[in-house]
């Protein structure tokens, strides 16, 4: 008999490997940080001696989910503005406020209290754009949450860094500093094309390529952005980016709302990859990424919820809700975007999105274990016919009841056990309060 | 000092009244079945005595919300097929499995385990058309749930009835059977114009004025539909229902995705009203509502989730959101469908729809005591700029903490009060092995 520090045993279990392999009854053994046995629980039993016993019986068991695009400080911000034009948001509402407040404090206990939402709702692994990032990453540490993060970069000051050049320095930094943490990973992050100067974005590369990191940045978010990128640059956005070196495998874009053929024939030729944000670009109104079509041109596409201000919320159950429902209203065919795709684009393939696949995204031996637990005695779950369509169609992120990261149970029964959540509440309310005020004058 | 049966203090309290009026710190006290008076905390406890006090500190009030459209026992075919063609799904899953399942021990129990999520995310009225639908009443009764219901009725046989006049007369039943209760209202609900004959449609509207009560019906859901009435009656669906005198201020419709500019202007004139269905439309990829230029035109309009095999859910407040942000995205504006408006829909202009406004959707002294109770010290909602957005972005139906019902608490610390749940679910998964068998043949 060999040891276990955690068997969880009886779940429908969702494999998310090729085949979608579903154990209609099955466990998983969990030694240190990794998935070392899947089987039956009798198979399980037979191999292991369980240190902690979680039982899943009435329960859906799969990969932790990868919420590939957040400004997880910006729960600080959620709802702070709503129903208003996109520039009116922007100039007059979000920019001041992070003009006026975001600072290290902000940076740290809005991203602590975006780790603990993101826990309870099933979210193993996010990859985060924002200001003072290593507050972001001391957070997730501390939480046990992986990520991958960057410092935002564009051409104006942030209230982290004056100049460009400092930018590229504090990602530096975060490459280097954070270089052997088993969580938190490092991404360089220019902003957009139509904030970042040539000169910026051809460093961003620079950096990344050195320490062989990924890049990624905001792209074609918006109905106007394709005209503002050509005025600019003087050729199409995709175009641009071919001539700078940046298609490649390690670079992938948040939103590519306005993608046409030819920047995804690009993309699929290049193995660039896209984070689909259906929530943020419907409360926008940005428009509807052409995600059926990526998929079809063979682009792996994960999926984000944006920040708290553009969604409200970091439930990946309720995204990849309305990503299946959105495509499906949005090309008048119910049988695009299945809940088997949703589910894929949310755990297996947004971790390819991240490139952090070889370590999550699928439940298999080697594995680490990053793990979701979700109870099904409950009304609205009641019956289930199909593990996909529960999980897409009927499961929101309070129905998740315990969560393993890199092998660490970071809740248990709702409980959440590496943060202390009454104290991130209290401090992002008081850092709220602060917001209102310098909003008041 | 008066008793009071109940006062719920200390909340954010949403009004819903013409001004929007939210009380930053209210209360209200329930005498017997409804709302005696509303006022700040201090206000109620000089003049009222309560036997059950209920803290609202860091809680929204608001009244409980309506749903407009459900097919309630239908939680028994709860995601049984998704991603399908319209045709498909309903000529080989949905059609099939009713006619081999339907019978009164699934109404009833479907409709029980529907009460129960519903009360569980806050819903205290809805608006149902199913097969014997005195069981679905019977179930409200017992759970306590107020709602309005009718026979689905048709050209051919169903499971409960033979001929259109059997469900007529059944539909008559029901109407005198439930004439007293204070909770259990009958509509006649013809299903579509495309599936009951002009006689039927003209029966229907016959008894339905007869005892003063209200017609709805499904009506141009899908792309086909216009042109499938057209060609079965040789005129325009809205120009034929004028013609037979639907037209009236008790008249109201289910989806009303097509209707055009000359529909949305006879609905105006006459004073009809419509339920919106954004998650069901989105799913079954029927397209989008004119819900700005109904709005526009004056329409009521209110918000259902219609049924769960076309949702997979319940949830009120996930279809609010929903709503908000499939309008922005299909108009490309993100100032209309604000969350002011939305939740207007899915309360007091829901009320409206269904002819229950005198009785519910806003909280006043004189109106029924239908009270959810929403808390807020949870990281998904913190911190909180603004009660509505919250609301609509940001709550899920799982935050839903204490529900009342004509004075009655049916809910309170998420302990359902009025239904055994464990035996609905358990009924409910028995007569789901029983579909199962059914679909395997």
């Not at 208003?84 to 992070?98: C, R, T």
């Not at 935002?152 to 100049?163: G, I, Q, R, W």
């Not at 309305?322 to 975007?337: F, G, I, Q, Y």
Request: hydrophobic share 40%.
């Amino acid at each position: 008999m060999k040891d276990a520090d955690v068997v969880l045993s009886g779940a429908h279990v969702l494999l998310l490997d090729d085949k979608d392999t579903i154990l209609e009854r099955g466990a998983v053994a969990v030694v240190g940080d990794s998935i070392a046995a899947v089987g039956t629980p009798e198979e399980i039993d037979r191999e292991y001696t369980a240190r902690k016993r979680i039982d899943g019986v009435n329960c859906l068991l799969l990969p932790g989910l990868v919420n590939s695009h957040t400004h997880a400080a910006m729960t600080c911000f959620r709802g702070i503005a709503d129903d208003l034009d996109l520039m009116d948001w922007l100039s007059n509402y979000i920019f001041p406020a992070e003009a006026r407040n975001v600072d290290p404090e902000l940076a740290y206990w809005g991203s602590l209290l975006a780790c603990a939402e993101m826990i309870l709702s099933g979210t193993t692994t996010f990859c985060d754009m924002y200001i003072f990032e290593n507050e972001t990453a001391r957070a997730a540490h501390e939480a046990g949450m992986r990520c991958l993060l960057g410092e935002v970069l564009f051409d104006f000051p942030s209230p982290n860094v004056k100049t460009p050049g400092e930018g590229l320095r504090y990602t530096e930094m975060l490459i280097q500093k954070w270089a052997d943490d088993p969580l938190v990973n490092v991404v360089v992050e220019p902003h957009a094309l139509y904030t970042c100067s040539p000169t910026l974005l051809k460093d961003a590369k620079a950096l990344a390529d050195a320490y062989g990191v990924p890049v990624a940045t905001h792209y074609l978010e918006n109905m106007t952005e394709p005209g503002i990128v050509q005025e600019k640059l003087g050729r199409r956005a995709s175009a641009f980016l071919q001539e700078i070196g940046y298609l490649d495998e390690r670079f992938f874009v948040f939103h590519g709302v306005y993608m046409d053929d030819e920047d995804i024939r690009l993309f699929a030729d290049h193995g660039c990859k896209v984070v689909h944000n259906p929530e943020s670009n419907m409360k926008l109104a940005s428009g509807v990424a052409p995600v059926s079509r990526m998929l079809e041109a063979g682009i792996k596409v994960g999926l984000g919820t944006d920040g708290c201000a553009s969604n409200n919320n970091l439930d990946m159950f309720q995204e990849m809700d309305t990503a299946a429902k959105l495509e499906k209203s949005a090309r008048l065919d119910p049988t695009v975007m299945s809940a088997r795709t949703v589910l894929r684009m949310a755990t297996c393939n947004g971790a390819k999105v991240l490139g952090l696949d070889h370590l999550v995204g699928s439940i298999r031996p080697g594995m680490k274990a990053d793990l979701a637990l979700v109870k099904l005695d409950k009304p609205h779950l009641t019956p289930m016919y199909s593990e996909y369509s529960h999980l897409v169609y009927a499961v929101n992120g309070s129905d998740v009841d315990t969560v393993l990261i890199n092998g660490r149970l970071v809740m248990e029964n709702r409980k959440l056990l590496t943060i202390d959540v009454n104290e991130a509440m209290e401090r992002v309310l008081r850092i709220a309060e602060r917001v209102k005020r310098s909003m008041a004058k």
